[in-house]
C-alpha cells in the first residue's frame, strides 16, 4: 500500500489529489507492471479504466490503491465493482440532500416548490 502512495504522489505533479490518464502514462516500467499485474490488466489505458470505478476521467488516490485490494477481489466482474462504486456515491449524495432537509422541512421547498409547504406545518 505504502508503494501504490508512493506512486500515486509522484504522478500528482500538481498536488491535486487526482491524476489522469496522461499522468498514469508517466509510471516507470517497473511500476506499470507492477500495478497491472495486481489489477490483470494489459496496458497503462486498461489498467486506468479498471481503476476509474466512478468513470469520472481521473483516479483518486483512493481509486488508485484499489489495485492493491484488487487481488482480492478479482472474480468480481468489473461492473458489479462499477456498480457498487456507484451506488456508494448516490448513497453519498443522499446524505447531502437529508442534510439540506432539516427537521422543520425548512429548504424543501428550493428542492420542490411550494407544493410541499402544506406537509411542512
Same mark, same amino acid.
Given at each position: 500500500m505504502k508503494r501504490m502512495i508512493h506512486i500515486f504522489r509522484r504522478l500528482d505533479t500538481a498536488s491535486c489529489g487526482s491524476i489522469t490518464l496522461e499522468q498514469v502514462m508517466g509510471m516507470t516500467s517497473e511500476e506499470a507492471e507492477m500495478v497491472c499485474g495486481m489489477t490483470g490488466a494489459q496496458s497503462i489505458p486498461q489498467? !486506468?479504466?479498471v481503476l476509474d470505478f466512478d468513470n469520472s476521467g481521473?483516479? @483518486?488516490? @483512493?481509486? !488508485?490503491?484499489?489495485? %492493491?485490494?484488487?487481488?482480492? %477481489?478479482? @472474480?468480481v466482474p468489473k461492473e458489479t465493482q462499477k456498480m457498487a462504486a456507484q451506488l456508494k456515491r448516490l448513497e453519498e449524495l443522499q446524505d447531502r440532500i437529508f442534510k439540506v432537509l432539516d427537521d422543520n422541512f425548512s429548504g424543501i421547498d428550493s428542492l420542490w416548490g411550494d407544493e410541499t409547504a402544506q406537509y411542512a406545518q
Open positions: 489498467l !486506468f479504466d481521473t483516479l @483518486e488516490l @483512493e481509486e !488508485f490503491c484499489n489495485a %492493491v485490494h484488487k487481488q482480492d %477481489v478479482a @472474480e
